[in-house]
């Protein structure tokens, strides 16, 4: 099938370091340019994102705040699929003295390190709260909140079909939204859990891997191309 959306993770996907090569930037454009939707999926609060990214415009949507908050470039609409858990169990983790506590419209995250002090606060609020691991970093949300959630109201609004969806990624967080798409794909330095649940790995890692798998798209001609075993991660077979 001809794959109509891309959707793609911030940091360690596209971004090397925080910063988005040109090449990454050109090969986005060319896709855009092809008449596709593209999105974008990050953990980062919309505020970091905004900041260290100038190009939002390359996108269709920006799902932020690993997949709390939908953001429209082209019109600065913001909707929160959640609410933000209260001040109390915030003023808790200060309590704790949780660093570094960052705190976006939904989202509070902080360093791997402190996830056991995370987790007791959890534990001991009572609270309906998620805590998601990101290679070195934490994340708490609402229940139920993840990338593959905020990637679906955002194709909702486009009107894509998950299934005309492909999503690539290198982190714990980003396998929900390579579940939910028709093709799901890990760069080379993803990692192994990552790649057990991608239906092609990528021979290259970061931008490196996004303009291959751009490649790949551009240059699709029947259905069965990114079935291909030469770029499978699963040797052809099913996702477990």
């Not at 959707?7 to 060319?30: F, H, K, M, N, Q």
């Not at 109390?88 to 791997?112: C, H, M």
């Not at 057990?196 to 996004?210: M, N, Q």
């Amino acid at each position: 099938m001809r794959y109509l959306g891309f959707a793609a993770d911030y940091d360690g996907t596209l971004a090397s370091g925080g910063v988005v090569a040109a090449p990454v930037v050109r090969a986005l454009e060319s896709l855009k340019a092809s008449g596709r939707k593209l999105l974008l999926v990050t953990g980062r609060n919309m505020d970091e994102i905004v900041e260290i990214f100038p190009r939002l415009d390359l996108f269709d949507r920006v799902v932020s705040e690993n997949g709390a908050v939908v953001y429209c470039p082209q019109t600065g609409f913001e909707k929160y699929l959640s609410a933000r858990p209260p001040e109390r169990f915030l003023d808790e983790l200060r309590r704790r003295r949780v660093s570094p506590l960052s705190v976006g419209r939904i989202i509070i995250s902080t360093s791997a390190a402190e996830a056991p002090e995370i987790l007791d606060a959890v534990r001991e609020s009572g609270l309906q709260l998620d805590v998601i691991f990101n290679k070195s970093s934490v994340m708490v949300l609402p229940h139920g909140v993840d990338k593959a959630t905020g990637l679906r109201a955002a194709i909702d609004e486009l009107s894509l079909p998950a299934g005309e969806l492909v999503a690539v990624g290198d982190g714990e967080n980003d396998i929900p939204m390579l579940g939910m798409a028709g093709c799901g794909a890990a760069v080379a330095g993803a990692l192994e859990v990552v790649k057990r649940a991608a239906d092609i790995v990528l021979t290259a890692d970061a931008g490196e891997g996004v303009i291959e798998l751009v490649d790949l798209i551009m240059r699709e001609t029947q259905p069965a191309f990114f079935e291909s075993n030469a770029f499978s991660g699963n040797g052809g077979q099913e996702r477990a």
